[in-house]
């Protein structure tokens, strides 16, 4: 059973950047058959695709357009672990951000983190 | 970008009566390998989301055999054949043939 462990200040003030932490238990995160995602929820729209690392030989990124300039996706396997880094906020960005497993074979988005609520604010 | 959109966007619902909810993506989701890839979520209220439906019409382990997703191209269908009172939440459809993916606008299911 995968579980997904996020943690991060849910407090951003605006132009600075705001990091989530997401600790993998029962996978790895260098897996060849998986990817492993950062998707948000904002208070008044609904999901929102940021972006995804997958390993396949060699690490492999794509991310949304809206924020492709000024996001980054980190795994890191020696700690088992994703992050995700979102430069120059504004208020615009404050939402609900889960880390997530995505299925090779388009077999689906199988498991999420808890979510993490991020407010930008002075 | 493939967008997609979603109706209705507010659905109330009785239980024990049927639902249905279409989404349409402005491209064909259809790959050359036979698979069609649309998925459905459910985000109920306080939870995160949860794996429904994936590759249009396979309903994903412990989902109720109540829910089932049909559709092909670009047009599909979440069926919902008795809802229940668990049943209220946020549905998303989601394509995952091209990246990045993108979901829907969501429908917003509640009780009458």
């Known amino acids: 059973q995968v579980q997904l462990q996020q943690s991060g200040p849910g407090l951003v003030k605006p132009s600075q950047t705001l990091s989530l932490t997401c600790v993998i238990s029962?996978?790895?995160?260098?897996?060849?058959?998986?990817?492993w995602a950062w998707i948000r929820k904002p208070p008044s729209r609904g999901l929102e695709w940021l972006g995804r690392?997958?390993?396949?030989?060699?690490?492999?990124?794509d991310y949304a357009a809206h924020v492709e300039s000024r996001i980054a996706i980190n795994p890191d396997t020696s700690k088992n672990q994703l992050s995700l880094h979102l430069h120059s906020v504004t208020p615009d960005d404050t939402a609900i951000y889960y880390c997530?497993?995505?299925?090779?074979?388009?077999?689906?988005?199988?498991?999420w983190g808890q979510g993490t609520l991020v407010t930008v604010s002075s | 970008d493939i967008v997609m959109t979603q109706s209705p966007l507010s659905l109330p619902v009785t239980p024990g009566e049927p639902a249905s909810i279409s989404c349409r993506s402005s491209?064909?989701?259809?790959?050359?390998?036979?698979?069609?890839?649309l998925d459905w979520y459910l985000q109920k209220p306080g939870q995160s989301p949860q794996l429904l439906i994936y590759?249009?019409?396979n309903r994903a382990s412990g989902v109720p055999d109540r829910f089932s997703g049909s559709g092909s191209g670009t047009d599909f269908t979440l069926r919902i054949s008795r809802v229940e009172a668990e049943d209220v939440g946020l549905y998303y459809c989601?394509?995952?043939?091209?990246?990045?993916?993108?979901f829907g606008p969501g429908t917003k299911v509640d009780i009458k």
């Open positions: 029962g996978d790895t995160v260098s897996n060849n058959n998986d990817g």
């Open positions: 491209q064909s989701l259809l790959q050359t390998n036979g698979n069609t890839y």
């Open positions: 989601m394509q995952a043939l091209q990246s990045p993916f993108t």
């Open positions: 997530a497993k995505t299925r090779a074979l388009g077999q689906g988005i199988v498991s």
């Open positions: 690392a997958f390993y396949r030989s060699k690490w492999h990124y």
């Open positions: 590759l249009a019409s």
